[in-house]
């Protein structure tokens, strides 16, 4: 199948919302705790190993990394929030930037928000789905690095965090994903597909 998101590549970075492109289109936005494996996930949703910066020092994405796909549609890398070394008032000003795109970026039609399916549902993942919530903006949860623990306890995991999101966030949905071996690679282009209105190929 023709993957619909091999003809992304690197548009600009942001450091505030007035640096973004032109708010129009539609956009998928990726967040997580700092190494979740944003983008990891982004690389090989892609197809190209070099188009988002991975790194294995948590916080290395700063800025908001937005990716052409079409003329009217986009990705975005938000800044990884969590354990982060940097200044709390880096920090702090990356957390208003990142809060002001998310209230404000009118062509914003999903959050995928990327979880270590070996420490799901921390604080900041809780924070960020009550705020889709009451934004009512859909989620859908990769549960990255599913290669990590054997099937049968990440296929326990994918329940439990299942269950756990049904009472936290009526519009998620939640799957396993590891960008080393492709789990569940397809299922997460057909949901991006789906919000930005791409062919399935």
Same mark, same amino acid.
């Given at each position: 199948?023709?993957?619909?998101?091999?003809?992304?590549?690197?548009?600009?970075?942001?450091?505030?919302? #007035?640096?973004?492109?032109?708010?129009?289109?539609?956009?998928?936005?990726?967040?997580?705790?700092?190494?979740?494996?944003?983008?990891?996930?982004?690389?090989?949703?892609?197809?190209? @190993?070099?188009?988002?910066?991975?790194?294995?020092?948590?916080?290395?994405?700063?800025?908001?990394?937005?990716?052409?796909?079409?003329?009217?549609?986009?990705?975005?890398?938000?800044?990884?929030?969590?354990?982060?070394?940097?200044?709390?008032?880096?920090?702090?000003?990356?957390?208003?930037?990142?809060?002001?795109?998310?209230?404000?970026?009118?062509?914003?039609? #999903?959050?995928?928000?990327?979880?270590?399916?070996?420490?799901?549902?921390?604080?900041?993942?809780?924070?960020?789905?009550?705020?889709?919530?009451?934004?009512?903006?859909?989620?859908?949860?990769?549960?990255?690095?599913?290669?990590?623990? @054997?099937? #049968?306890?990440?296929?326990?995991?994918?329940?439990?965090?299942?269950?756990?999101?049904?009472?936290?966030?009526?519009?998620?949905?939640?799957?396993?994903?590891?960008?080393?071996? #492709?789990?569940?690679?397809?299922?997460?282009?057909?949901?991006?597909?789906?919000?930005?209105?791409?062919?399935?190929?």
């Amino acid at each position: 199948m023709k993957n619909p998101f091999a003809a992304a590549q690197f548009l600009t970075s942001a450091a505030r919302l #007035g640096q973004a492109p032109a708010d129009a289109g539609r956009e998928a936005a990726f967040a997580g705790r700092s190494n979740a494996g944003k983008s990891s996930a982004l690389n090989a949703i892609a197809g190209h @190993k070099g188009l988002a910066r991975t790194s294995k020092t948590p916080g290395r994405t700063q800025l908001i990394n937005f990716f052409r796909v079409t003329d009217d549609a986009r990705l975005v890398d938000l800044p990884g929030y969590g354990y982060a070394k940097v200044p709390p008032e880096v920090k702090a000003q990356w957390e208003r930037h990142l809060t002001a795109y998310l209230k404000h970026r009118e062509s914003l039609v #999903g959050l995928v928000l990327l979880m270590d399916v070996r420490h799901p549902l921390t604080d900041f993942d809780r924070q960020m789905l009550a705020w889709c919530r009451d934004a009512a903006l859909e989620v859908h949860v990769l549960l990255t690095k599913a290669d990590k623990l @054997k099937r #049968g306890a990440a296929q326990n995991t994918l329940l439990k965090v299942r269950r756990d999101l049904a009472g936290l966030h009526p519009q998620v949905s939640v799957q396993l994903f590891s960008a080393l071996d #492709g789990t569940g690679l397809d299922a997460a282009r057909a949901q991006l597909a789906a919000w930005l209105e791409l062919e399935p190929g």
